[in-house]
């Protein structure tokens, strides 16, 4: 990401909050770019709540947008990995910071269902690039250590996360309370998964300034259809109603 869209988009950020979209194709990046999205997460199919796209699709998306791309690696179900895969795992990583992506979306658990520290370090590695654990934290048994764990993690700047692995639905009363008992956790929540435009006042007076939108992005929510501008324009006018100058209560 260029230093100029890197000002401007922390300027923006400050004033109001960040929205990010679910991009599977280079027509939805231009979309939500168009509808005034801060920020892309691209990913190559919603299979088991995403999966890693191709170099080539990063690549194709960049050429269309100038806003922030972070890219899903993820290659298998569930939020395990093993040794042969975390090779296949960076090299991945490598092409798409290639092809011009700005940040990454991983998060991986271990055998007990605890952040698995260890590995997601050795990914990241010592790479440029600010990256997002995604919804595998909601999977994790106990809450508060994973978070303690998270804040340890270096470079991560968002956590993608609903609360609960049923959705923001059945996670809020979770992320109200995480973000108004811990600052960090409040500077890092990006709240998603089935994130409703009634979720975000709420969000925002516990201090969440980030938010991911998913099918709310299309038409009908149906991903057969391309994010479409007029929707993504309605939530970035939400999100900057509820969070501007909006102080945590």
Known sequence: MSADRSVRQ???????????????????AQRAEAGGADRVEVCGT??????????????????????EIRVM??????????????IRLRGLMSSYADAGADGMVLGFLNGHG????????????D???????????DACLEANRAWAELAKLPRLDQVLTAGSPRGVEHGLNELLARAKTDPWAASVIMAGGGLKPEHVPWLARAGVRAFQI?????????????????????WRNLVDEETRHRKAT
């Open 214 to 234: 998913a099918s709310a992005a299309r038409p009908g929510g149906s991903f057969k259809a391309y994010a479409d501008e007029g929707l993504v324009r309605s």
């Open 127 to 137: 790479a440029p690039w600010a990256w997002t654990f995604h919804r595998a934290v």
């Open 73 to 86: 690696v993820r290659l298998r179900s569930g939020f395990s990995t093993d040794g042969g895969e975390a």
């Open 114 to 125: 605890e952040v698995d520290a260890p590995l997601v370090t050795e990914l990241i590695g």
């Open 10 to 28: 922390g300027q923006n950020w400050v004033m109001s909050g960040l929205l990010e979209v679910v991009a599977l194709h280079p027509a939805d």
């Open 46 to 67: 919603l299979d088991e709540g995403g999966m890693s796209p191709t170099p080539q699709l990063v690549s194709d998306i960049r050429r269309v947008t100038s806003i």
